[in-house]
C-alpha cells in the first residue's frame, strides 16, 4: 500500500483513464476524489464499486475549463479530508480538424480542458501543498506534445504547454517537497481513441512495437509510481507511456 495516508483528486474521473488512475491509487491505500463533467451515471457507479471493495472515494460535478469550480472542487475535498496530496490533472478533449478548417470554438474548447484546467487546479492545490510541505503533482500529457499528425494543432499546443507548464511549476515548488511531473500516453484504448482504433486499430498496432495498444491501467500505473514516496527524487519530468510507438524504430 505505497500511497496509505494520501488524498489524492483526479480529473476527468469518470471513464477512461481516469477511473482506471482513480482504481488504481484507492488500490494503493489513498482516499480518492475526483470530479465528472457529464458521466454522473458512471462517476457514481465507480464510488459505489470503490466502497464495496472498503476504498474511501467521493466525487463531485465540476467544470475544468472553469477556475471557481476548480478552487470549489479543492475546497470540498480538503474540507472532506483535511488536506490534498496528490494532484492528477487528467481531464482532456479533442476536437481534430485541419487548421484552416479549424474553428475558434474547437481551438479554446481544447485549449481551455486540456491546459487552462492545468493552470486552474495547480493554483488551487499548491498552496495548500506548500504549508504542508508536500505534494505530488501529475499532468496528463500525450505523445502529441512531441510527434505530430496533421489536424491536432489545437490538441498538441495544448499538451506542449502542459509539459512547459510542468518543468516551469517544478522549479518554483521543489524546495517545499512537492514534486511535479507529467504522462504522455500514446495509444490507449478509450472513447477518446474509438473511432481512430475502430478504422485503423490493426495498422496501429503495427507501428506500436509493443504489438498492442495501450491500456488505462498502462498509464494508471506511471501515475501511481509518480505518486509514491518511491518518486520523491523525480521532478519537472515526462513518462512516456506508448509501448516503443515514438521511438522511431521500424516495426517489422
Ligand atoms: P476520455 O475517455 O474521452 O475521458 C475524458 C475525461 O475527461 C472524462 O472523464 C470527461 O468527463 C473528462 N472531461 C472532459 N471535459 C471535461 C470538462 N470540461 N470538465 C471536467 N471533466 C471533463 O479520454 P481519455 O482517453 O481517458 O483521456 C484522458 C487524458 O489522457 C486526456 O488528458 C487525454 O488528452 C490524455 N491522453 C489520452 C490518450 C489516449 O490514447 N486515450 C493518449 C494521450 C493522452 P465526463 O465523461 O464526465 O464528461
Wanted: hydrophobic share 45%.
Amino acid at each position: 500500500m505505497r500511497l496509505a495516508g494520501r488524498i489524492a483528486l483526479v480529473t476527468g474521473g469518470s471513464r477512461g483513464i481516469g477511473s482506471a488512475v482513480v482504481r488504481k491509487l484507492a488500490s494503493e491505500g489513498a482516499k480518492v476524489a475526483f470530479n465528472y463533467h457529464s458521466s454522473s451515471e458512471a462517476a457514481g457507479q465507480l464510488v459505489s464499486e470503490l466502497e464495496l471493495d472498503q476504498r474511501e472515494a467521493a466525487c463531485w460535478q465540476a467544470d475544468v475549463r472553469n477556475g471557481e469550480d476548480a478552487a470549489a472542487l479543492v475546497g470540498k475535498v480538503i474540507d472532506k479530508w483535511g488536506k490534498i496530496d496528490i494532484l492528477v490533472n487528467n481531464a482532456g478533449v479533442i476536437r481534430d480538424n485541419l487548421l484552416a478548417m479549424m474553428s475558434p470554438e474547437d481551438w479554446n474548447e481544447v485549449i481551455q480542458t486540456n491546459l487552462n484546467s492545468v493552470y486552474h487546479f495547480c493554483h488551487a492545490v499548491t498552496r495548500p501543498m506548500m504549508s504542508a510541505r508536500f505534494g505530488r503533482i501529475i499532468n496528463m500529457s500525450s505523445v502529441a506534445a512531441h510527434y505530430s499528425n496533421p489536424g491536432q494543432a489545437n490538441y498538441a499546443a495544448s499538451k506542449g504547454g502542459v509539459e512547459g507548464l510542468t518543468r516551469c511549476l517544478a522549479t518554483e515548488l521543489a524546495r517545499r517537497g512537492i514534486t511535479v511531473n507529467a504522462v504522455a500516453p500514446g495509444f490507449i484504448e478509450t472513447d477518446m481513441t474509438e473511432a481512430v482504433v475502430n478504422a485503423a486499430g490493426d495498422k496501429i498496432k503495427k507501428a506500436i512495437p509493443c504489438r498492442r495498444l495501450g491500456q488505462p491501467e498502462d498509464v494508471a500505473n506511471a501515475v501511481a509510481f509518480l505518486a509514491s514516496e518511491e518518486a520523491s527524487y523525480i521532478t519537472g519530468q515526462t513518462i512516456t507511456v506508448d509501448g516503443g510507438l515514438t521511438l522511431g524504430g521500424m516495426a517489422g
